[in-house]
């Protein structure tokens, strides 16, 4: 079955970094467009960042110059590299994907993981 993993939150301190990864756990062909989105407690989804399959990326102004969306297509996987996090930026994030595999496209979310920014 294929699937979206995500891992890599956690707890970190203002001005710290981390780094999430969303891999496609089966076998499948491509990974089109990867988008990753965050979830705050009482707020709706907000889209982070996209990445298409050919590398052009886009982010909201809220993440700009601390975030970057990569993509590792030997590995069926994604990146979000986060820096200089900021307590606002507390949020579950979820990684979604338009995935090719069984001559269609398949549209997949990740289980999600919690990014904490506390000190």
């Known amino acids: 079955q294929v699937q979206l993993v995500e891992s890599g939150g956690g707890l970190v301190q203002p001005g710290g970094s981390l780094r999430l990864s969303c891999a496609a756990s089966?076998?499948?062909?491509?990974?089109?467009?990867m988008l990753w989105y965050r979830q705050a407690p009482g707020k709706q989804r907000e889209l982070v960042a996209t990445?298409?399959?050919?590398?052009?990326?886009n982010y909201a102004d809220s993440v700009k110059g601390r975030f970057t969306i990569s993509r590792d297509d030997a590995k069926n996987a994604g990146y979000l590299q986060m820096n200089n996090l900021e307590p606002e930026d507390t949020a579950a994030y979820y990684c979604?994907?338009?995935?090719?595999?069984?001559?269609?496209?398949?549209?997949?979310w990740g289980q999600g993981t919690q990014v904490t920014v506390s000190s």
């Open positions: 990445i298409t399959r050919l590398g052009s990326t």
């Open positions: 089966g076998i499948i062909v491509s990974i089109e467009e």
């Open positions: 979604n994907a338009n995935l090719r595999y069984s001559g269609r496209l398949f549209n997949h």
